[in-house]
């Protein structure tokens, strides 16, 4: 009995050692199947979702989304992806909304209609965790959270 005990105390701190792994996945951005554009590099993600470059490199509208405020992936995007807080970008956007330069990103309700809305418009970009992408979307960055 203690030596089961003590082999499912062991496992169970082996999975717990697991998970920080699953939460810090690794963040995609994924675009339309049928968009020509086959990679992008950070600058080139940082500048779409900013409002600083308006297409994709091969000359297609780029239409960025992005998920709910206070969502632990925008959180992880904007820190890692954007290097500010969600407050910072909030401003950053209000400035250019204020001048008007610009308007922010739409905002959807989680990563699986973000996966929708970029499967039926080839000029939406998103992100979401790697396991999340199916046949509807086509990953052309990944960020890597850990």
Same mark, same amino acid.
């Given at each position: !009995?203690?030596?089961?005990?003590?082999a499912?105390?062991?496992l169970?701190?082996?999975? #717990?050692?697991?998970?920080p792994g699953?939460? %810090?996945?690794d963040l995609?951005i994924?675009? *339309?199947e +049928?968009?020509?554009?086959q990679e992008l590099?950070m600058?080139q993600v940082?500048?779409?979702f900013?409002?600083?470059?308006?297409e994709f490199? *091969? $000359?297609q509208?780029?239409i960025?989304?992005?998920?709910?405020e $206070?969502?632990?992936?925008?959180?992880?995007? #904007?820190?890692?992806?954007?290097h +500010?807080?969600e407050s910072?970008? *909030?401003?950053y956007?209000?400035?250019?909304m204020f001048?008007?330069n $610009?308007?922010p990103?739409r905002?959807?309700?989680d990563a699986?209609e !973000?996966? *929708? !809305?970029?499967?039926?418009r080839? %000029? #939406?970009i998103?992100?979401m965790h790697a396991s +999340?992408?199916?046949?509807?979307? +086509?990953i052309?960055f990944?960020l890597?959270t850990k």
């Amino acid at each position: !009995m203690r030596t089961a005990y003590r082999a499912l105390c062991t496992l169970f701190f082996i999975v #717990m050692g697991l998970l920080p792994g699953v939460v %810090n996945a690794d963040l995609v951005i994924v675009v *339309n199947e +049928k968009n020509s554009t086959q990679e992008l590099t950070m600058q080139q993600v940082r500048n779409i979702f900013l409002g600083r470059v308006l297409e994709f490199p *091969n $000359g297609q509208a780029a239409i960025p989304v992005i998920q709910p405020e $206070g969502s632990q992936d925008r959180r992880t995007f #904007m820190r890692r992806l954007i290097h +500010k807080s969600e407050s910072q970008v *909030n401003a950053y956007w209000a400035r250019l909304m204020f001048s008007g330069n $610009g308007s922010p990103p739409r905002e959807l309700r989680d990563a699986e209609e !973000m996966l *929708n !809305m970029v499967s039926l418009r080839p %000029n #939406m970009i998103g992100y979401m965790h790697a396991s +999340k992408v199916d046949h509807r979307g +086509k990953i052309v960055f990944r960020l890597q959270t850990k």
